[in-house]
């Protein structure tokens, strides 16, 4: 059975960080490109990074220089580093794991940023 658990969502305040973690268990994690996406009330889930299995990674125009993914094969974990953080980066954080078809998502975290 394939699972996505993230954590470390929560509030913070604009110009703050989180970081959240990804483990996955039930796939050969290290083949996997894996990805944070997001989504927003009343709007369409969105792509923020992916981390390809040879670690080249991809970011949505929004977080780029702001954000930061990365992986930890070993520990079949990803991860996503969020720095200076806006209003409008508030949103229901997904992770997405993916090869060759098969796509599987985790059930979510919700990152609030407001003073």
């Known amino acids: 059975q394939v699972q996505l658990v993230e954590s470390g969502g929560g509030l913070v305040q604009p110009g703050g960080s989180l970081r959240l973690s990804c483990a996955a268990s039930?796939?050969?994690?290290?083949?996997?490109?894996m990805g944070w996406y997001r989504q927003a009330p009343g709007k369409q889930r969105e792509l923020v990074a992916t981390?390809?299995?040879?670690?080249?990674?991809n970011y949505g125009e929004s977080v780029k220089g702001r954000f930061t993914i990365s992986r930890d094969n070993a520990k079949n974990t990803v991860y996503l580093e969020m720095n200076s953080l806006k209003s409008e980066d508030t949103a229901v954080y997904f992770c997405?794991?993916?090869?060759?078809?098969?796509?599987?998502w985790g059930q979510g975290t919700q990152v609030t940023v407001s003073s």
């Open positions: 039930g796939i050969t994690f290290s083949i996997y490109r």
């Open positions: 997405n794991g993916n090869f060759l078809g098969p796509n599987y």
């Open positions: 981390i390809t299995p040879e670690g080249r990674t």
